[in-house]
């Protein structure tokens, strides 16, 4: 059963950085599944921010997070990162980290919205979430 653990989520000012780490319990869960990020704002939809493919091939992001964010494969084992820069108010959200299978993972994690179930094509699992809140 695929397991997701974030970390590293907070309180920061506008304009500082914050980087979310997402562990997977099975290394091979990185050839099959894409990686990504979610995220929910209070009152809105869970939206598409970040991923990236199997076998860290390529990512995907959000017209948000383009420039400002990067997805990458993280030092510790098993592990993907969201390098978070020059973060705004309207970054604030509850991040979760996803993996995801199926032909519509780029339109996902290019801002698309997934809903908050779990599907076969689609995602396929969803970390706990983790609350990022940027404010002066």
């Known amino acids: 059963q695929l397991q997701l653990t974030e970390s590293g989520g907070g309180l920061v000012q506008p304009g500082e950085s914050l980087t979310l780490s997402c562990g997977v319990s099975?290394?091979?869960?990185?050839?099959?599944?894409?990686i990504g990020w979610f995220r929910q704002a209070p009152g809105k939809e869970r939206e598409g921010v970040s991923c990236?493919?199997?076998?860290?091939?390529?990512?995907y992001y959000a017209d948000f997070a383009k420039g400002r964010f990067t997805i990458s494969r993280g030092v510790a084992k098993n592990t993907v990162n969201l390098q978070m820069n020059n973060l705004k108010p309207d970054d604030s959200a509850v991040y979760y980290c996803?993996?995801?299978?199926?032909?519509?993972?780029?339109?996902?994690?290019?801002?698309?919205?997934?809903?908050?179930?779990?599907?076969?094509?689609?995602?396929?699992?969803w970390g706990e979430g983790l609350l990022v809140t940027v404010s002066a």
């Open positions: 996803a993996a995801l299978r199926g032909p519509n993972v780029q339109t996902l994690c290019e801002g698309g919205a997934p809903g908050t179930s779990t599907s076969r094509t689609g995602v396929n699992a």
């Open positions: 099975e290394s091979s869960t990185l050839l099959y599944y894409a």
């Open positions: 990236i493919t199997p076998n860290l091939h390529n990512t």
